[in-house]
């Protein structure tokens, strides 16, 4: 890649996980692999924005699925989203782990 095609994916990254939505989904999947229904019980939102916002964030190559029966289970697979978000998470005096315990409880 040269220069130029380095900077418009770093700033494709950049958009993508300057959302609040996808920075929470981002950030609660970094402590741990998730389905979408534990996603939306964890942050309190409908079924159909966190679905539209893994989307985005699959489409973009930061999280990956796999099937587990009838569900889907998320993952942050990019190593660089799991860096940066993990420093400025840090940066602002968040640890991961903290946040996402605080904020969000296993659905069952």
């Known amino acids: 890649m ?3 095609q380095i900077c418009c994916r770093v ?3 950049l958009k993508v996980l300057g959302h609040p939505v996808r920075l929470q989904i981002v950030q609660t999947l970094l402590t ?3 389905c979408v229904k534990n996603l939306w019980s964890c942050l309190e939102l409908s079924q159909a924005t966190v679905s539209q916002h893994l989307s985005v ?3 973009k190559g930061i999280v990956d699925s796999a099937r587990e029966g009838v569900a889907m ?3 942050v697979s990019d190593d660089i989203s ?3 978000i993990g420093t400025l998470m ?3 005096g968040m640890d991961c782990n903290e946040a996402s315990a605080d904020s969000c409880k296993e659905a069952k």
Do not use: C, T
């Open 73 to 75: 289970r998320y993952w």
């Open 11 to 13: 700033a494709e990254v």
């Open 32 to 34: 741990r692999e998730s």
């Open 57 to 59: 964030l699959k489409g």
């Open 90 to 92: 840090d940066h602002f």
């Open 82 to 84: 799991k860096l940066l």
């Open 2 to 4: 040269d220069r130029d």
